[in-house]
């Protein structure tokens, strides 16, 4: 609970969550209408919007010398904008990068960061102007085409939005985070955006398919390129909210004797050159990259990274496409068009809506401007009419001035005039009495009736007015489209590219290593093949169980007691000479679940892959596909179904046309392995029948070299196999005199 003390001095109680939520509100309106979200309109937060004014109202003109950027920062902070010269600076320096905005509001001049990620100099040793675009924003500010409100401290008044010929919001794009939402606009061509707007005057109905053949996408600072299908860009653009995949751009340099490089001309927009290198030359030295030899960067005005792959018969594509799965030289650009309306209301708009809302503006902004016209039209109209009746009756305004002693009053009543032209006749110098000043006179005056009687047509004309800010968006194309230097597209379009089939060698260095894994499940990786089992150390109370050799490219499948498959990569698991990591922080395992079979995963490369048998403890199985076992999450994929109180038993890799199976009960049945149904999932068949017991194991094997087993140091094979060969489901009969006690076929 709180108190609060009123005015009157009495003291009023709040619950405390009541007035947590209050001011938490009022936090979060002022930081989205205040701080983070751009207005529809001119498409500026008040940071940028107080800049550009305080600049413009102090007259650092695109026309005039630079001026030290302190001295803007300084006069904004003064008189709008109460919140730090830090925060004013970094806005004022961002609208001046030319990497930064596609098309900057200030022109700077000294070090202004680096698409490098370089901060710019200190305030005190920088310049900085508007840009012939910014004064498009503001040139209309003098004629009342905007509301005007108090400053923070109420001694000066700020536009509420600006006139804005120029469509910033689209043409530059903005980014933010409010309280509870966020805005992140693409920067486009001003050329098309124009286009787009003129077809929306012509047919306000327009749909977005026609918009985007003259707006086809995001046009980037950077370049680059968009790899998106034309719908994913429709879906995007109509919903206000999406992904773009951006990449950079490449292309093929060819060397002596063969050879190539690779240089990297434009990179995705936002991302820092500096940084990006940085994280390729570590993933470089951690061998994450294993098709490149080696990075450099020759940059100096434009980029220019080289990248130089590991072999010549290396194909560029898959190298590339390497990188653009593991690096920023592909990125997504989620556009988010979140926006304040006119009414400085939040809301999410579609392309259609954000250019039909800057239309309304420019039409608001022409009605306004054009009633200004003709207020000052009027008042001049209403001076100069004075003027001529002073020039007809000349003697007598001379006599009632020297003789009369209320010479405005005797004026008003002797010809019928307003106060404003009384006085206009009475400030007249004796020079404006010309024979050639009455003439002026009369041509100003014709010419304003003229006018006035245009600008009544004009605002009575709905299909003049549009077809005047048609006229003014013509003439920001001319200005601003392809003639002028930030004109051109720079961001252009592919389709989508085919996804290739990225072998893991071009991710991941080739090397041989041993998987460990523990009776107590925890698991590792050693570099090399040929190690000692003597000398490889568990914790205290653990020991060996799997010892596997393979490689970093290869992946682990794990079947568990649930009768489910997990898989893992090699190059993922811990490595060194450690304990490594319990395998159930990597996997979804329950703690009563137990490992049945760690396999390396062989690739089904010629569409013939290898066959796993699947067995449970009651005796029923089936054969499975290995490439259907794969699990893609940690939760890991359900192939074996098991019934109440039955776990997974076996899971072995079918190596011939006959299966052995022995019970808990030491009985051996040996079938025929084409017996066994190809399944993805289920329960199976029976594959033993058990009157008490279970499954104890099996073995896939060639039915014409016989059975065998380890006795010893020999093996021991059994030819005549005619005793325990029948059907499967049948229960067996005891196995030949030698089979080992453990009722297991490797003898363990």
């Not at 006035?452 to 920001?476: G, N, S, T, V």
């Not at 230097?485 to 072998?503: N, V």
């Amino acid at each position: 609970m709180t108190i609060k003390i009123n005015n009157a001095g009495t003291i009023n109680t709040t619950l405390l969550d009541q007035a947590l939520g209050e001011r938490y509100l009022n936090y979060a309106m002022s930081t989205i209408t205040s701080r983070s979200l751009p207005d529809v309109r001119d498409g500026l937060k008040p940071v940028h919007r107080r800049i550009l004014y305080a600049m413009w109202e102090s007259g650092n003109m695109p026309t005039r010398p630079y001026r030290k950027s302190a001295s803007a920062v300084g006069y904004v902070m003064m008189r709008y904008h109460p919140h730090g010269d830090g925060a004013i600076y970094d806005s004022l320096v961002r609208m001046a990068q030319d990497f930064a905005m596609r098309y900057p509001l200030v022109d700077g001049q000294g070090n202004f960061g680096s698409i490098d990620g370089d901060n710019a100099a200190a305030m005190r040793y920088t310049e900085a102007r508007l840009t012939q675009i910014a004064e498009s924003l503001l040139s209309e500010l003098n004629e009342n085409a905007v509301d005007f409100l108090p400053s923070y401290n109420g001694s000066d008044k700020e536009p509420v939005v600006l006139p804005a010929r120029f469509p910033n919001l689209l043409a530059n794009g903005a980014s933010g985070i409010a309280v509870g939402m966020a805005t992140n606009i693409p920067p486009h061509n001003v050329s098309e955006l124009c286009d787009g707007l003129r077809q929306l005057i012509k047919n306000p109905q327009t749909p977005l398919a026609t918009l985007l053949k003259l707006i086809p996408g995001p046009d980037f600072p950077t370049g680059g390129i968009i790899v998106e299908t034309a719908q994913s860009l429709l879906k995007t653009y109509d919903t206000g909210r999406g992904s773009i995949r951006l990449r950079a751009r490449w292309k093929v340099e060819t060397l002596k004797s063969g050879q190539y490089q690779i240089v990297v001309t434009e990179l995705p927009y936002q991302i820092q050159k500096a940084r990006l290198i940085e994280k390729i030359a570590d993933l470089l030295n951690n061998k994450k990259l294993p098709l490149l030899a080696d990075i450099a960067d020759e940059s100096a005005a434009d980029i220019r990274i080289i990248l130089h792959p590991k072999s010549r018969n290396i194909d560029p594509k898959v190298l590339m496409e390497s990188l653009f799965r593991q690096t920023d030289l592909e990125v997504k650009f989620n556009l988010n068009l979140n926006v304040l309306n006119a009414e400085g209301i939040p809301g999410i708009l579609n392309l259609g809506q954000a250019l039909t809302a800057f239309l309304a503006h420019r039409h608001q902004v022409l009605c306004r401007r054009t009633q200004h016209r003709l207020d000052h039209i009027a008042q001049r109209l209403e001076i100069l009419g004075g003027y001529l009746v002073a020039y007809l009756n000349l003697d007598e305004v001379i006599r009632i001035v020297r003789y009369e002693d209320d010479p405005r009053t005797s004026l008003i009543a002797q010809f019928k005039l307003t106060e404003v032209q009384a006085d206009a006749i009475l400030n007249m110098r004796l020079k404006a009495l010309r024979k050639l000043e009455e003439f002026e006179i009369r041509s100003e005056f014709d010419a304003l009736t003229v006018e006035q009687l245009d600008l009544k047509d004009l605002l009575a004309d709905e299909k003049r007015l549009w077809q005047k800010i048609d006229q003014e968006i013509i003439d920001i194309k001319k200005q601003f489209g392809t003639q002028h230097e930030f004109g051109k597209r720079r961001t252009t379009f592919e389709e989508s590219p085919i996804a290739l089939i990225i072998p893991r060698e071009a991710e991941i260095e080739r090397e041989p290593v041993t998987v460990i894994c523990s009776s107590k499940g925890w698991i590792r990786t050693i570099k090399g093949h040929n190690l000692d089992p003597l000398e490889i150390k568990y914790k205290e109370g653990d020991e060996a169980r799997f010892i596997i050799q393979a490689e970093t490219i290869d992946k682990l499948l794990i079947f568990a007691s649930n009768g489910k498959f997990y898989t893992l990569a090699i190059d993922k698991l811990p490595r060194g000479r450690g304990f490594g990591d319990p395998i159930r922080l990597m996997v979804d395992l329950g703690h009563e679940d137990d490992i049945i079979t760690l396999l390396i995963h062989q690739p089904d490369t010629v569409g013939a892959g290898r066959h796993l048998l699947l067995a449970a403890s009651d005796g029923y199985g089936f054969l499975v596909k290995e490439k259907d076992v794969i699990a893609q999450t940690r939760t890991g994929k359900q192939v074996l179904n098991l019934s109440p109180g039955a776990k997974a038993k076996c899971c072995i890799s079918v190596q011939g046309d006959g299966i052995a199976v022995i019970g808990e009960n030491r009985k051996l049945l040996i079938f025929k392995q084409e017996e066994l149904p190809l399944m993805s999932r289920g329960r199976g068949v029976r594959l033993q029948y058990y009157r008490d017991g279970g499954l104890s194991d099996l073995k896939s094997f060639e039915l014409s070299t016989g059975l065998t087993w380890p006795m010893g140091i020999r093996t021991r094979a059994e030819t005549d196999l005619a005793p325990w060969l029948a059907r499967r489901g049948h229960s067996g009969r005891l196995p030949p005199v030698g089979f080992p006690r453990s009722n297991k076929f490797d003898g363990s």
